[in-house]
């Protein structure tokens, strides 16, 4: 998946539109009204990477609004796996019935016909009806130039079901207070999507698993503030 917002996917006409990675693996998008996929041949293709998995393909659950809106990533093929073993209720809720793995990415086509990764649907943010993806948060917080690190999640709050709430990691020797975060945020995302509480943490701090990633459900948390 790194290599698809690279690869330039060509759009087709029509309620579904789809693109040709390679000969080996294709793209398809279709509708959440839509009851099934449905592939077409593109007018010319590209590369997704150097060695697709033969007959791969992955398909872009898309909401009834168009595909500039985030949709859910499905792939299907020889590469994908067929369960959990001993798992049959984890294997349910991953794989349905024709064999897609609901991989829990979520997606979209920009203008271009590139692939954008938002991020985990588990980690989406839905604060008083509207979705925040904790990557686009990350992306402003940590372009400020003291910001070494960042990790956002969201908050239980009372009145709007979440709060944006950010563990941000300085560069040594750097002081940089919430108000300076809470002023670079204003000036470059919506209210909504701001972070209503900060946290520090040194950098052995941040939690992460063994390949560096960051763990969301191990981020410390603090009252939010209003």
């Known amino acids: 998946w790194p290599h698809l917002p690279q690869s330039g996917l060509s759009q087709s006409p029509g309620s579904h539109s789809a693109a040709s990675l390679r000969p080996e693996a294709t793209l398809t998008t279709r509708s959440s009204n839509s009851e099934s996929p449905q592939a077409q041949t593109p007018p010319a293709c590209r590369s997704a990477g150097p060695q697709p998995a033969q007959h791969s393909r992955c398909t872009l659950e898309l909401p ?31 794989v349905d019935a024709d064999g897609w793995l609901h991989t829990g990415d979520l997606g979209s086509l920009d203008e271009y016909g590139y692939l954008r990764i938002q991020g985990r649907a588990k980690d989406m943010i839905i604060r008083g009806g509207e979705n925040i993806y904790p990557s686009e948060v990350e992306s402003i917080v940590g372009g400020h130039p003291s910001v070494k690190d960042v990790a956002v999640i969201g908050l239980p709050d009372e009145k709007w079901g979440e709060s944006v709430h950010a563990v941000v990691v300085v560069h040594d020797g750097v002081t940089l207070s919430e108000g300076d975060l809470s002023t670079w945020a204003k000036d470059r995302m919506a209210g909504f999507k701001r972070p209503r509480s900060y946290m520090f943490l040194r950098e052995d701090e941040m939690p992460r698993n063994a390949t560096g990633k960051v763990v969301p459900r191990l981020l410390p948390e603090r009252p939010e503030k209003k």
């Open 64 to 94: 009834t609004e168009g595909l500039s809106k985030p949709g859910e990533l499905w792939v299907k093929g020889p590469n994908v796996m067929l369960g959990y073993l001993d798992d049959p209720e984890a294997t349910a809720a991953a």
